[in-house]
């Protein structure tokens, strides 16, 4: 699991570690740290031409012993102090007597430099980056060299991933210790890079719970629910579809090919699609409806391509089992019948849907989604599975760690990918798993399928990001 925490906590867990360090320790084990990782990326050390921007306090601290141990390997390193008198007094000296020198002219060393290790404000930032730095950002972000940050891309926001102003883009970030949501979280994950997590002897001091989490193939395996040699289709769980209308049958058919390999054991559909589902799945149980008398399932689906049948999201949330609301569904929601559910909710939006329930603009929630998804869960008293370029999964536990999606490709902005999810979801909910875990693996699984599907480059349609949930292993 890769885990991410806030900047509160961080520094909490960092004060107990440097209580019992001598000064300075920590900012060594970054610096030691991070100094490889640029040895790695530039390749050959000795003759590069290496330049840093350095803030105030213990980032820029930081960057200034990185670069007195690129500087004795044979680097010419050069610093563009953009706050001198905060400037962190022991790195400076270390830096300047290993042979580092203060540039006078930033943007003469910036058009020639191999590496700039942006060291301006790391994650105590606020609000993007001030006026008099931005010039030279865009120098450092228009010449020929790899931008690396330190802990965090300067000018985003670390604990929301919010950009609210300008920031310098890297190819690569060194953080340490820990994750911060922003390196997890678009817009601001996009600022990021490749990102490297360099351990300098936190984890004891964090919380077992850390405030974002991320799955990884190892989670993914554990969590997938698998049949026993006792199993029926029963036993397995039936989903139920409510899904599709006369304008949108395609809709019914991509759910329940993504309820087919959840994992449950059978499907059952209710809704007037039933011919073009039985066409290309004929394994699946139909029923003309209404959904009370299609028989017994463990979860229900409702929602895509579904129009304006009230009702049916109606009878639907009024049963006893676990229930995900997606598309459709959702524009007809009420949330004190959502708040009043016994049973597990999952709720599916993307940003304009999430936007239309919290009463917002769609570009409020895409700025913010990880303020919005924690106000639509607790909100609505439901787990909430916000889709985009990196889903998050919020429980309407406030203690509970929010999930991030990072598996989606920009190829999954295509017509019916939801509705494959929902399916896929929903089946997950059939087996046993809470609603957290199924919407966490679904999106997973999902954005794998596409990631493999568009592997050459090339658009992909949600009947193969469907297909392709089948063949992972």
Known sequence: MRTAHRVETVRTA?????????????????AAGLAAACADLLGRVYGARVVLLIGSGANGGDALYAGVRLARRGAGVRAVLLAPERTYPGALAAFTAAGGRIADDPFEVLATADLVLDGITGIGGRGGLRPETIPI??????????????????????????????ALRADATITFGTHKPALLIDPAREYAGTVRLIDIGLDAEL???????????????????????????????????VAGSARYPGAAVLAVAGALRGGAGAVRYVGPAADAVIARFPETLVHAGPPAKAGRVQSWVVGPGLGEDIGAVAEILASDVPVLIDADGLRLLDADVV???????LLTPHAGEAAALLGVTRDQVESARLASVRELAERYGATVLLKGSTTLIASPEPRTAVRVNPMGT??????GSGDVLSGL????????LDARDAGSLAAYLHG??????????????AWEVGEGVG???
């Not at 077992?208 to 029963?234: F, G, I, T």
């Open 207 to 241: 919380p077992s719970v850390p405030d974002v989490e991320a799955l990884q193939h190892e989670d993914v395996a554990q969590l997938l629910p698998r049949p026993s040699a006792e199993s029926d289709k029963y036993r397995r769980g039936v989903v139920g579809i």
């Open 448 to 461: 794998l399928s596409a990631r493999r599907a568009a592997s050459h480059g090339t658009p992909i349609t």
């Open 471 to 473: 063949f992972l292993g």
């Open 425 to 432: 979801a929903g089946s997950l909910l059939a087996t046993g």
């Open 410 to 415: 920009p190829w999954l902005a295509t017509a």
């Open 137 to 166: 950002a865009r120098a450092a972000r228009g010449s020929n060299a790899v931008i690396v940050a330190v802990d965090l891309p300067s000018g985003v926001e670390a604990d929301s991933g919010e950009v609210t102003g300008e």
């Open 14 to 30: 960092e004060a107990a570690l440097m209580a019992r360090l001598p000064p300075d320790a920590l900012m060594h084990r970054a």
């Open 339 to 345: 708040r009043r559910r016994a049973a597990p909710t």
